[in-house]
């Protein structure tokens, strides 16, 4: 059985938001561009833009002027 790429992206990520977080707690000094942040946490530019936008908004990353996203 073939898995679409939404099945996939659900199964590798159950709580993208957590797994986000800790690596950047994890690996400190990590700053991402949206496609680099996408292809680490293996999830589509959309869904990790979401993320990463509602991180910024919680306080918990923010986006430097170049669009990276970095921790707090």
């Not at 996939?8 to 496609?35: A, C, D, F, K, W």
């Not at 919680?58 to 430097?64: E, I």
């Amino acid at each position: 059985m073939q898995l679409d790429v939404g099945t996939r992206e659900r199964l590798q990520v159950r709580n993208p938001t957590e797994s986000i977080l800790s690596s950047y707690q994890e690996m400190p000094g990590l700053i991402l561009h949206l496609n680099q942040a996408a292809r680490l946490f293996g999830l589509r530019e959309a869904t990790c833009r979401t993320v990463l936008d509602d991180l910024v908004r919680q306080g918990k990353l923010r986006r430097a002027a170049d669009g990276q996203y970095l921790a707090v």
